[in-house]
């Protein structure tokens, strides 16, 4: 099997003071006119990685398993299961109190398990720095399980900045960001996006997010029988790179990230 992955140059930034290793600083900034796709071949979960590079695997529904070059891995809205290996994340996000996006019960080995939802009131609040690894939020309100009303701050939408690069996961997103949360979001290098068309934020607003946001990479989600994925690739085909990958992960680089927006469909696949 063949991957796709992006290809890195040596970066010469300064390093922030870290327990672990070092995190290259993100900033939130571009880089313009990187160098586009090479296609190597495949890279097993758990391999190696290069200082700069990022590697993430798609597992299921929302959940995302994110990987660094030091060995850190965190996994998106998590739920419990990753599939028959025995991996024990570095930290956890669960952006909504849903039976397909958290788990009241999660492995005790975990040493991180970060909520997104309000809590006695309060919305949540999280900045974990790992060393190599910042794991922030913007939290989002949602719909009451009426349809009619409002659940302040019932969502977030979780950034992972790592290896210079700054990666946002929409959860189970609701409305449009406001003009503050797109400003707490900063630049979003990679963006991992609900196309469900109705669960979350219709597929007219999820385009209108995606096209603010403008994300040098854009990986799909919660997507189910993929009708409404289609949609959505058809949709923004015009503005957008589209690419389709037989495959569940891929490797990034802030220094590999192609020059023009591109939407990666990856197939998902739990962790063997």
């Known amino acids: 099997m063949l991957r796709y992955v992006l290809p890195c140059l040596a970066l010469a930034l300064p390093a922030a003071p870290a327990a672990a290793q070092d995190r290259i600083p993100s900033h939130c900034i571009a880089l313009a006119e990187a160098p586009g796709l090479e296609v190597l071949h495949h890279a ?150 609900p196309v469900d068309g109705g669960y979350t934020v219709n597929l007219e607003t999820m385009e209108k997010v995606v096209r603010r946001l403008r994300s040098s990479v854009v990986l799909p989600m919660h997507w189910f029988s993929g009708r409404s994925l289609e949609i959505f690739l058809s949709e923004m085909e015009a503005e957008f790179d589209v690419v389709r990958l037989e495959q569940p992960d891929i490797e990034l680089s802030l220094a590999g990230l192609p020059s023009r927006p591109t939407i990666m469909v990856l197939q998902p696949d739990w962790i063997p």
């Open 44 to 193: 097993a979960y758990g391999d190696p990685l290069e200082e700069d590079r990022v590697r993430i695997r798609y597992l299921n529904h929302a959940s995302f398993l994110i990987e660094t070059p030091g060995g850190l891995s965190a996994v998106t809205d998590y739920t419990g299961f990753l599939g028959i290996g025995d991996l024990v994340p570095d930290v956890v996000t669960m952006n909504n109190a849903h039976s397909t996006h958290w788990t009241d019960l999660p492995d005790p080995r975990i040493p991180n398990v970060l909520r997104g939802w309000a809590e006695d009131g309060a919305a949540a609040d999280h900045a974990l720095d790992l060393g190599e690894m910042l794991v922030r939020n913007v939290p989002t309100d949602v719909r009451d399980r009426f349809g009619d009303g409002v659940r302040p701050d019932g969502n977030s939408i979780f950034v992972f900045e790592v290896a210079g690069l700054c990666i946002g996961h929409l959860g189970h997103l609701h409305h449009e960001p406001d003009a503050a949360q797109y400003a707490a979001l900063g630049r979003m290098d990679v963006l991992m996006v």
